[in-house]
Nanobody
Framework: QVQLLESGGGLVQAGGSLRISCAAS????????MGWFRQTPGKEREFVAT????????VYADSVKGRFTISRDNGKNTVYLQMNSLKAEDTAVYYC????????????????WGQGTQVTVSS
């Protein structure tokens, strides 16, 4: 498995932007499809976005499409989530995750998880 560590979370005003990062170590990063999920208290973890091994294909949840951008730098073993036009409902703990399953949005298909980073959007 690959080890993942998120960073960059924080407090931002509604309408603002934030970029969170996830650094990977261990197994070959470029072998994995990478994803971001988020979770708020009392709710299930929610799919946000995935990016293919090369970075050429991205998939987004409808709730973030057009506002969030997922990307990766295989030379730095890092995946990013650029979040623009943030809304109060984007407040959550954001997790990065790794999978070998192409096209999956299911939490159960992701074998490696980071510890999460808190993003709080004030309205």
């Amino acid at each position: 498995q690959v080890q993942l560590l998120e960073s960059g979370g924080g407090l931002v005003q509604a309408g603002g932007s934030l970029r969170i990062s996830c650094a990977a170590s261990g197994r070959t990063f470029s072998n994995y499809i990478m994803g971001w999920f988020r979770q708020t208290p009392g709710k299930e973890r929610e799919f946000v976005a995935t990016v293919s091994k090369s970075g050429g294909v991205t998939v987004y949840a409808d709730s973030v499409k057009g506002r969030f951008t997922i990307s990766r730098d295989n030379g730095k073993n890092t995946v990013y989530l650029q979040m623009n036009s943030l809304k109060a409902e984007d407040t959550a703990v954001y997790y990065c995750a790794a999978t070998l399953s192409y096209g999956s949005r299911r939490e159960s298909d992701f074998s490696s998880w980071g510890q999460g980073t808190q993003v709080t959007v004030s309205s």
